[in-house]
């Protein structure tokens, strides 16, 4: 099992994936360099003009509404299926989703009209989106859904169930379920929280390894949420002493250092 | 006094009041970062769509039009409007006035259309909506506007008593009025001004002790200023002898490590 | 003819042009600190109503079309069309040329519409423009194009001679013509290729030294490749080590802290 794992992170670096993103402006840098970082070739592009050619040319196509308008709700759409017409997996992130109308609107559609590979949120957003009560504070979980991993297990494999998508939550603990397996990942820092766009850039790693391995979109957003995850610890252990900036320029490091026998080395995983 | 400046950096992690961000997309993940570096946390959202929902969730809305444009400057006045019904404070950064007509007149017409808790600008900028002469060069302060603090002073107090918000201009000395009280901080250092965005990130602190305070938009603005002038001696101390880069990183460093013992300590203002 | 570069870099910092940038949101951050870096000052300004009064005011304009949409591309024209006017420089910078049809013709349009006084690119993007086979894979260059750097200086004087611009052709080896002279510049480290928005930066340098020297575009883009290739050196030796982030913060370090004589002692360029 790990060794799937260690593979993945050797494979994207060898198939350099070109991922496709539709992504808000506030860490669309964080989530091209990350995406350089594991090793795949990051193409953002937004335009409903040019969304059919350019997820024609990706492996992985990632949508994420974090600063969603009416000219990229379209553009979303149309990259999303022209990608399920070739094959090509499909990563949503529905930041936001339950804080506004036009969020919760969009999200839906997305869901209904793109055939998702991954669905990646943190556990407000997933809960929303199940239809269950969420709280909903910004594009952060709120406080009263942080409650504990059997909820989000529950919640990520109903949504999976009812999506038919992959499901990704992530928090202290991240949860991955495609409705049969659920896979739990203990590793992570709290620092990471500091940052804006950690959850972005989990969905752009989630997009490079789907591009690598797109018949395998469970073990995609498992080896995503790992290397995220423990390159949150060894950049808390190197430079979380000195602060926010530190931090996030080690996280980069981190990342692009990252090789499958450093996440073997220190995955903390189960099945659930 | 030195108190309440003290206070205000504990409330703002206590309450972590969510700011409602409108603003540009060159420095907007800089004023997310220092908005969680401070303790508060941010929400960017710009479309029309969506500015009543998002504004009526927040506790703070930032309105800073780098990169206005047709679709964002309705947005603005919309979640604007909407804070003020609910009487959210509301912090505008009219960057670049005097720099386009486009400018000028959206600058005008926020402030006569939302009632606006702390307008922070340069001097040339803050001249400029005074209805003083100015020279502009761009969205940074003219050489020649760059006088001496007694112009300050009296430009700040000027636009407070028109405006009716509080005033801050910042520069080599920052001066921040209502009208009737005016404070001046000294604290700072040049090299702040090698990085893009940091009048920016100003606001954003702004909006994040408007969030916590709402009813005292003076020290909120005094304490935000404080701050960005303490983090910035203490990252060119720790870096800024290797350059802009890391002194970028260690900017946020220090903001994410302030308390109000570093505040107080390090504190250089008087009331002129 | 290494005075001319030196003597560029002190000039770059006494004159401090504005350089005014039409540009994506991936990279706008990293631009506009780079040019502040080299110690010019930029203005990120893309509303078409403003589009000829920012230009006006402005030393050099930069069109980079990294994200280019149906809002910003009339914008890019108009701000070209102004600066062509009053004869200020017009770096074009046609990100994922051959990607896309709305990027060929958009970059066919700018070349016709307006007068460019430099356009850099990666082999690919120029090959495409120069009417010659180009392989394309998204943003960077297809390594089918990264054949030699006799086909790069075919490649440069070519569509120098076609265009009547000043071609510069970033990759392991930059090289620039004018359609008669033609400089191969071998400074730069393969860790640049790992950031995202070297390309960009590489393009708002060029513009940074134009509005410096507008009457020597050869030079500018010359000594702004001169400046990265050194700058990328410099941050690989203090902190390639570590890993891309942290040799993202050196870069900027890098450029701030560059001066005519680490220019020149590092230099290794020659005319083909």
């Known amino acids: ?12 670096r060898v198939k350099k994936p070109l991922v496709h993103h539709i992504t808000n402006y506030v860490t669309v ?20 003009e040019e969304a059919e050619d350019i997820a ?9 509404m974090g600063t969603l ?29 339950g804080a506004s109308k036009l969020r919760n609107e969009t999200a839906v559609r997305i869901l209904q009209e793109v055939k998702i590979s991954v ?16 709280e909903t504070k910004g594009v952060d979980a709120a406080e009263a859904d942080l409650q504990n991993i059997e909820d ?12 038919g998508c992959v499901v990704a939550i992530t928090g202290a603990v991240d949860v991955v379920s495609d409705g049969r397996r659920c896979v739990c990942i203990e590793n992570g820092h709290s620092m990471l929280s500091n940052l804006t766009g950690t959850g972005c850039m989990c969905s752009s790693l989630i997009g490079s390894f789907c591009g690598a391995a797109p018949e395998a979109p469970l073990e995609a957003a498992v080896t995503a949420l790992l290397s995220m995850g423990i390159a949150g610890e060894l950049a808390f252990e190197r430079a979380g002493h000195n602060g926010n900036g530190s931090f996030h320029a080690a996280l980069h490091d981190a990342v692009s250092k990252l090789d499958g026998e450093i996440l073997v080395g220190r995955a903390r995983l189960y099945e659930a």
């Open 119 to 134: 669905l990646r949120g943190n556990i407000s957003e997933i809960r929303f989106l199940a239809g269950l009560h969420a």
């Open 29 to 48: 840098n964080d989530c091209a360099n990350i995406t350089l970082d594991i090793g795949a070739s990051p193409i953002m592009a937004d335009a409903l």
């Open 69 to 97: 308008n009416e000219r990229t709700i379209p553009a979303m759409i149309t990259a999303g299926r022209a990608a399920n017409e070739t094959g090509v997996p499909v990563v949503f992130d529905p930041v936001g989703a």
């Open 152 to 163: 989000a297990i529950s919640v990520a494999k109903t949504m999976a169930v009812r999506s």
């Open 56 to 64: 024609g040319i990706a492996s992985a196509v990632v949508l994420n």
């Open 1 to 12: 099992m790990r060794e799937i794992y260690m593979g993945l992170v050797e494979q994207v």
